[in-house]
Structures are given as structure tokens and as C-alpha cells.
């Protein structure tokens, strides 16, 4: 899947986790505006009327404080409009994903059903993250970009590098890089290895922000917050695209409270020289501290060549309980159902194959706690695919704790393959 970077979404995820927060200090609104009426122009942020680099340095002393950790060098950040945003994001985005990657992750989220058929990744994301970020922070470059919609620095964003500070702070002292957030075949580990980065900078964020902006300032941060463009581009967004983007804030933030509950920023810092290896240890926090590690998946080696004449293989990834539940929400299971049959996960492998013609076909083995949780899903799994081919291009195969999914033109042949004694478990 396309790599992700620290950064700072604009509606719904930071700013209002920040506002959640603060709600106890503020006086409760008369009138929410709905997601549909432009705010008030009264409710513009207001700009500082302070030099930018003096307003930087205040919120630096303040995070390093609340983080408890010193700058081992001087990033000295941008201020960008939406236009060089969408530039810098386009150039970084084309220079980090190959075509072969976006190609794998294209076919591969199609033949699943969570993108509409010729979707390209590239446009979909770069969209909604040209309307989404409010700044970013790249630990490729040391460069540190804070977006300013209004013309300044408003509450919106001395409130964004509050949080793009930490992941300077985070790089600086646990080197992002070692980090796995880039992995084009371990999806599942990079998104709960973001989580993290993300749910810290979120709680500092919100630290700060409870701290330093008055309730006029809180009221014009949610205003800015319910932008009708970005959430126009929110709601339009593919359900994949918009859900795993939002998981490392709203699912990171959760996971690294429970963390600062145990232990303090101390036991935070323990959790990048250690970090979560699957989104099951992000969604449950007790699973993390039980170090369960997930059930290595293993598939059969040359399997384009075993599929026969004008077979090749294209790829593998593994999907997590949280993609996986995803996946079930997105082709026609309740939220709830989804949930209860995602929530036995103990592992899983995805490959998908290239055929004649163009075909593809997707092969998903997938490993469960118990044989409850594996008749769980295998439930789940028959009513989803339903909706992704015909009789003829769908198959599921359930052993005592393994459940096995092919899709697509060759998915018979490929369930010979993948669907035998040693894949079940057996």
C-alpha cells in the first residue's frame, strides 16, 4: 500500500481528538454547525500578531516540556499555502511509491472490493490528502511543513506544529526511519507501527492545546475544523482510503493513553525501541502488553508458475484485524458483525496473481485464535463474498483455525493451491 508519513490531518482526526479533550473546560455551544454550513466568518482563526518564529519557539518550549525530550538539532519550520502543499505532497508521494507497488496495491484493493473498479491510488490519495493534511513532518528530509489556510498562524496552526514538532522530537531521539511505516508487504505491522507515532503526537497535542488556547481560540479551531471542502473530500473519499488514514490517530491516541496510564512518557519511549507489530495490538492494548506476537503466514513458493501458462506473481501483503474488518464492512456486513468476526485474528498472508488477458486472482489465508473465531469469520467471509464475483470466481474454505479466501478468474485453481491440509492447519 502507499507509505504514509507523519503528519497532521485537518478535520475530525487531530484537531478534533485535541477539541474531545478540551470539552470539559469549554462552555457548552447553544448550535453545532452541521458538516454543510461554512462557518461564520466571526469564527475565522485569528492570526497571531507575534513574529512566526517567535510563536514557533513558544510551542517548542512547550511540547519539549510536555514530551519530556530535547531537539538534538534545529528544523526550522515552513509555513505553505494549499498550493505548495499539493506540490510537495505530489513530488514526495511519486518519489516514495513505485509504479509496481501502486500497481500491486491498485489491483490488489479492487479484486477485494475496498476501491471501485480503474480507481487510481495515486489520484485518490493525493486528493484526499491535498484537502485533508494540515502539515507534515519528513524524517527523509528534516524538512517541516506547517499549512496555513488562513493566511497566518491562527490556533489551526500553532495547534498542527505542535504535533508535527513531536515527530521532529520522535525522529531525532528513536529514528523513524528503523521504523517499518514504509513496508510495501507488511501493511498491517506499518499501520500499527504509525499508530504509535501518531497516538504520541496526538497526546501532545492535546496536552498542549488544553493548555494554551483560550475557548475563543477552541471555537475558532472547530470552526476551521468543519471546513465544507475538506469534508466534502472527507465523505468522498473511498472508505479504505479515509478509514486507514484516520486509524493511527483515532486508534494510535487510545493505545498511547494506555501506555501513559501505566507508565509516562517513559514507558512511550519503551514502545519505539519496542513498537507494535500488528493493528490487534494496536486495537487491544493488553495484547500488546503480553507481547502476542501475530501467527506467521506462510504461502506456497512459485505460484504464478503453478497456476499454469501466463501466470505470474504480483505480490504479497497482510491485511490485520483492522483491514480485515474493513474488508467485511465495506461488502455488506453489519459494523458490529464485522467487528466480532475480525476480532479472533492471529494472523494472515494475502497474494495476488496476474493472469492471461489481464486477469487477477487474490489468494488470503488467514489464521484464528480459536475454531470459534475461525467459524466466526468464515460466517462473516461467505456473506462478503457474495458480492465480489460468481459462483465460479469465488472460493472459501474453513479448516479448525484457518479460513481460506481465493477471488477472481483463477480462484479455483489457486484454492488448490493455498486451500490444502498444511494452509488449514490441518
Same mark, same amino acid.
Given at each position: 500500500?502507499?507509505?504514509?508519513?507523519?503528519?497532521?490531518?485537518?478535520?475530525?482526526?487531530?484537531?478534533?481528538?485535541?477539541?474531545?479533550?478540551?470539552?470539559?473546560?469549554?462552555?457548552?455551544?447553544?448550535?453545532?454547525?452541521?458538516?454543510?454550513?461554512?462557518?461564520?466568518?466571526?469564527?475565522?482563526?485569528?492570526?497571531?500578531?507575534?513574529?512566526?518564529?517567535?510563536?514557533?519557539?513558544?510551542?517548542?518550549?512547550?511540547?519539549?516540556?510536555?514530551?519530556?525530550?530535547?531537539?538534538?538539532?534545529?528544523?526550522?519550520?515552513?509555513?505553505?499555502?494549499?498550493?505548495?502543499?499539493?506540490?510537495?505532497?505530489?513530488?514526495?508521494?511519486?518519489?516514495?511509491?513505485?509504479?509496481?507497488?501502486?500497481?500491486?496495491?491498485?489491483?490488489?484493493?479492487?479484486?477485494?472490493?475496498?476501491?471501485?473498479?480503474?480507481?487510481?491510488?495515486?489520484?485518490?490519495?493525493?486528493?484526499?490528502?491535498?484537502?485533508?493534511?494540515?502539515?507534515?513532518?519528513?524524517?527523509?528530509?528534516?524538512?517541516?511543513?506547517?499549512?496555513?489556510?488562513?493566511?497566518?498562524?491562527?490556533?489551526?496552526?500553532?495547534?498542527?506544529?505542535?504535533?508535527?514538532?513531536?515527530?521532529?522530537?520522535?525522529?531525532?531521539?528513536?529514528?523513524?526511519?528503523?521504523?517499518?511505516?514504509?513496508?510495501?508487504?507488511?501493511?498491517?505491522?506499518?499501520?500499527?507501527?504509525?499508530?504509535?507515532?501518531?497516538?504520541?503526537?496526538?497526546?501532545?497535542?492535546?496536552?498542549?492545546?488544553?493548555?494554551?488556547?483560550?475557548?475563543?481560540?477552541?471555537?475558532?479551531?472547530?470552526?476551521?475544523?468543519?471546513?465544507?471542502?475538506?469534508?466534502?473530500?472527507?465523505?468522498?473519499?473511498?472508505?479504505?482510503?479515509?478509514?486507514?488514514?484516520?486509524?493511527?490517530?483515532?486508534?494510535?491516541?487510545?493505545?498511547?493513553?494506555?501506555?501513559?496510564?501505566?507508565?509516562?512518557?517513559?514507558?512511550?519511549?519503551?514502545?519505539?525501541?519496542?513498537?507494535?507489530?500488528?493493528?490487534?495490538?494496536?486495537?487491544?492494548?493488553?495484547?500488546?502488553?503480553?507481547?502476542?506476537?501475530?501467527?506467521?503466514?506462510?504461502?506456497?513458493?512459485?505460484?504464478?508458475?503453478?497456476?499454469?501458462?501466463?501466470?505470474?506473481?504480483?505480490?504479497?501483503?497482510?491485511?490485520?484485524?483492522? @483491514?480485515?474488518? &474493513?474488508?467485511?464492512?465495506?461488502?455488506?456486513?453489519? +459494523?458490529?458483525?464485522?467487528? *466480532? %468476526? =475480525?476480532? /479472533?485474528?492471529?494472523?494472515?498472508?494475502?497474494?495476488?496473481?496476474?493472469?492471461?488477458?489481464?486477469?487477477?486472482?487474490?489468494?488470503?489465508?488467514?489464521?484464528?485464535?480459536?475454531?470459534?473465531?475461525?467459524?466466526?469469520?468464515?460466517?462473516?467471509?461467505?456473506?462478503?463474498?457474495?458480492?465480489?464475483?460468481?459462483?465460479?470466481?469465488?472460493?472459501?474454505?474453513?479448516?479448525?483455525?484457518?479460513? @481460506?479466501?481465493? &477471488?477472481?478468474?483463477?480462484?479455483?485453481?489457486?484454492? +488448490?493451491?493455498?486451500?490444502? *491440509? %498444511? =494452509?488449514? /492447519?490441518?
Amino acid at each position: 500500500m502507499p507509505t504514509r508519513r507523519p503528519a497532521s490531518p485537518r478535520p475530525l482526526v487531530a484537531w478534533v481528538a485535541a477539541l474531545l479533550v478540551c470539552a470539559c473546560s469549554m462552555p457548552a455551544p447553544t448550535a453545532a454547525p452541521t458538516a454543510t454550513t461554512p462557518p461564520p466568518a466571526s469564527a475565522s482563526p485569528v492570526a497571531s500578531h507575534l513574529p512566526d518564529a517567535q510563536v514557533y519557539a513558544s510551542i517548542r518550549k512547550d511540547v519539549e516540556a510536555i514530551r519530556g525530550l530535547q531537539p538534538t538539532a534545529d528544523v526550522d519550520p515552513v509555513t505553505i499555502d494549499e498550493a505548495r502543499l499539493r506540490t510537495n505532497l505530489t513530488a514526495e508521494f511519486d518519489s516514495e511509491n513505485t509504479p509496481t507497488d501502486l500497481k500491486f496495491s491498485e489491483e490488489t484493493l479492487i479484486a477485494l472490493g475496498l476501491l471501485p473498479a480503474g480507481s487510481s491510488l495515486r489520484d485518490l490519495t493525493l486528493d484526499f490528502q491535498g484537502s485533508q493534511v494540515a502539515g507534515y513532518y519528513s524524517p527523509d528530509k528534516n524538512e517541516l511543513f506547517v499549512v496555513s489556510r488562513s493566511g497566518g498562524l491562527g490556533p489551526a496552526e500553532e495547534v498542527t506544529y505542535s504535533h508535527e514538532f513531536t515527530h521532529q522530537l520522535q525522529d531525532q531521539h528513536f529514528d523513524l526511519g528503523k521504523l517499518g511505516v514504509d513496508a510495501t508487504n507488511q501493511s498491517d505491522r506499518a499501520l500499527a507501527q504509525l499508530a504509535l507515532i501518531e497516538g504520541d503526537a496526538v497526546s501532545v497535542q492535546n496536552r498542549w492545546t488544553t493548555a494554551n488556547l483560550t475557548p475563543e481560540e477552541m471555537g475558532q479551531l472547530f470552526s476551521a475544523s468543519l471546513d465544507p471542502k475538506a469534508l466534502e473530500a472527507l465523505q468522498r473519499a473511498p472508505a479504505y482510503l479515509r478509514e486507514t488514514s484516520l486509524f493511527p490517530y483515532l486508534n494510535g491516541n487510545p493505545f498511547v493513553e494506555t501506555l501513559l496510564a501505566g507508565g509516562g512518557y517513559g514507558a512511550v519511549n519503551d514502545a519505539f525501541a519496542k513498537p507494535p507489530v500488528s493493528t490487534e495490538q494496536i486495537l487491544h492494548p493488553e495484547k500488546y502488553a503480553q507481547q502476542e506476537p501475530p501467527v506467521e503466514v506462510r504461502l506456497p513458493t512459485n505460484l504464478g508458475a503453478k497456476m499454469g501458462a501466463g501466470w505470474t506473481d504480483a505480490g504479497q501483503d497482510t491485511l490485520g484485524e483492522f @483491514v480485515l474488518g &474493513l474488508w467485511l464492512t465495506q461488502n455488506g456486513v453489519t +459494523s458490529a458483525a464485522a467487528t *466480532a %468476526a =475480525a476480532v /479472533g485474528w492471529g494472523g494472515d498472508r494475502l497474494v495476488l496473481l496476474r493472469g492471461p488477458s489481464g486477469t487477477t486472482t487474490v489468494g488470503l489465508v488467514t489464521v484464528w485464535d480459536t475454531e470459534e473465531d475461525a467459524a466466526a469469520f468464515s460466517d462473516a467471509a461467505t456473506s462478503a463474498i457474495e458480492r465480489l464475483g460468481t459462483i465460479e470466481t469465488r472460493h472459501l474454505l474453513s479448516g479448525s483455525k484457518a479460513v @481460506v479466501v481465493t &477471488l477472481g478468474d483463477g480462484a479455483k485453481k489457486l484454492m +488448490s493451491l493455498i486451500g490444502g *491440509a %498444511a =494452509a488449514l /492447519g490441518q
